[in-house]
């Protein structure tokens, strides 16, 4: 089974804890970490942005990829939020089988 991390930025860390945790009590992710306050420069509508965010690093299965996605999706406040998806090469046996299980 291949493991990912799937990444999304949020405006506030409760924002951040909300999708987390509402991710995690669906079965979508194993779990999820806010990190930050951290700082995104990128440009939108024309113009370049500097705002602060936060991260939400939600754990899972490349299977559930797809309606994790979707999920972050439908209930982010951003019109077009991050979602991006790192496989996981390596890593504790452990716990990425604690990962698989969490998310069945």
Do not use: N
């Not at 999708?19 to 990190?35: D, H, I, K, M």
């Not at 890593?91 to 604690?98: E, M």
């Amino acid at each position: 089974m291949t493991h990912v991390v799937v990444i999304t930025t949020t405006a506030t860390a409760d924002a951040a804890a909300d999708l987390g945790r509402a991710a995690v009590t669906r079965g979508l992710a194993a779990c999820a970490q806010v990190v930050g306050p951290i700082r995104s420069i990128y440009r939108w509508e024309g113009a370049v942005q500097d705002d602060t965010e936060h991260q939400c690093w939600l754990k899972t299965t490349l299977e559930q990829v797809e309606p994790l996605t979707a999920f972050i999706t439908e209930h982010h406040d951003y019109d077009v939020p991050e979602v991006i998806a790192l496989p996981v090469v390596g890593g504790s046996p452990a716990y990425l089988d604690w990962v698989s299980a969490a998310v069945r």
